[in-house]
C-alpha cells in the first residue's frame, strides 16, 4: 500500500532569494535542458523563483518548458501607490506560475504577521498564480516545545477560503534549519508533516488531503533522498543549493526520470 501522500504529484522549488543576475540565466536554461531531456520523464514539477528583475527576462529565454517560475513575494493589491512593492499581477504578467508568501526571512525582516501573509495568498490566487505558503518554528519554540502549536497555527492564519490543491502549496522551513546546516530528524519531519496534513484536511477536506506540502530547510544533494522519503512530505523548498544547476538537479533527481 503506498504511503499517504505518495500519490500527491511532488513538486522541487529553488528560491534564489536576494541572489542572481541576468548572467545566471544560463543555470536556469541547464536546468530546463535536463528537464526536457535526460530528466524528461521525471514524475515531479519543478520551479525556481529568482529576484523580481530576473522573471521576465528568464522566462522569454526558457520558453513554455518544464521548468517553472515563481515570484518571491507580493503585494497584496493589484495596483496602487505602493513604492517599491511588485502586485501578483505583475508576477504573472513577467511569466511567473506561483509566488512565495510567507518565507521566514520576511515574516522575520519586514514583521509580516500571517495575516498579512492570508491577504498576499489571496492576491495570488486572485492573479491566477499558486501560492506557496511558507510556516515554520524558530529555535526558541523549538526548544520549547511549541513546535506543532506554533506551526499549526500559521498555517490555520495564512490559508485563505480560496485555497485548494491546484492553486496551493505549503513548505514547512523550521527557521533554526534554513541556511545553517542542520536539519530536523527524519521523525521530526515526519511529524510535523502529519499535523499539517491533518489540519489541512480538517480546514479544507478533501482539497486539503491533497496539497502538496514541501520541506525546506538546508535541503542539499546529500541529504535530499532521506527527506524526500518522509511520508507527507511531497518534494522540497531549497534555498542556496538552487543556485547551482549541478546541485540542483541532484536534489530533483531524487525522484528519478533519468
Known amino acids: 500500500m503506498a504511503k499517504e501522500g505518495r500519490e500527491i504529484r511532488p513538486l522541487v522549488a529553488g528560491n534564489w532569494k536576494m541572489n542572481g543576475h541576468s548572467a545566471s540565466i544560463g543555470e536556469a536554461v541547464a536546468v ?10 521525471l514524475p515531479a514539477d519543478v520551479m525556481i523563483a529568482p529576484p523580481a528583475t530576473l522573471i521576465a527576462g528568464f522566462a522569454a529565454t526558457l520558453g513554455k518548458g518544464p521548468l517553472l517560475l515563481a515570484g518571491q513575494d507580493c503585494h497584496p493589491k493589484p495596483c496602487g501607490a505602493h513604492t517599491g512593492d511588485i502586485a501578483a499581477e505583475m508576477l504573472k504578467d513577467a511569466g511567473a506560475a506561483a509566488v512565495i508568501v510567507g518565507h521566514s526571512e520576511r515574516r522575520a525582516d519586514h514583521g509580516e504577521t500571517s495575516a498579512e501573509v492570508k491577504a498576499k495568498a489571496e492576491a495570488a490566487h486572485r492573479a491566477g498564480l499558486i501560492e506557496i505558503v511558507c510556516i515554520g518554528e524558530t529555535q526558541s519554540e523549538r526548544t520549547a516545545s511549541h513546535t506543532l502549536t506554533v506551526v499549526c497555527q500559521q498555517l490555520k492564519d495564512s490559508m485563505p477560503p480560496s485555497s485548494t490543491a491546484a492553486n496551493t502549496v505549503i513548505a514547512y522551513e523550521p527557521v ?12 521530526d519531519v515526519r511529524d510535523v508533516h502529519a499535523a499539517i496534513r491533518g489540519d489541512l ?7 486539503g488531503a ?27 523548498l531549497v534555498g542556496g543549493a538552487s543556485l547551482k544547476a549541478s546541485d540542483f538537479l541532484a536534489i530533483v533527481q531524487t525522484y528519478g526520470g533519468g
Do not use: C, H, Q
Open 201 to 207: 484536511t480538517t480546514l479544507f477536506g478533501a482539497e
Open 210 to 236: 491533497k496539497m502538496r506540502i514541501l520541506y525546506g530547510g538546508s535541503v542539499k544533494p546529500d541529504n535530499a533522498a532521506a527527506l524526500m522519503s518522509v511520508e507527507n512530505v511531497n518534494g522540497a
Open 32 to 41: 530546463r535542458d535536463a528537464l526536457a531531456g535526460p530528466l524528461a520523464s
Open 176 to 187: 533554526w534549519a534554513i541556511g545553517t546546516g542542520l536539519t530536523p530528524t527524519s521523525d
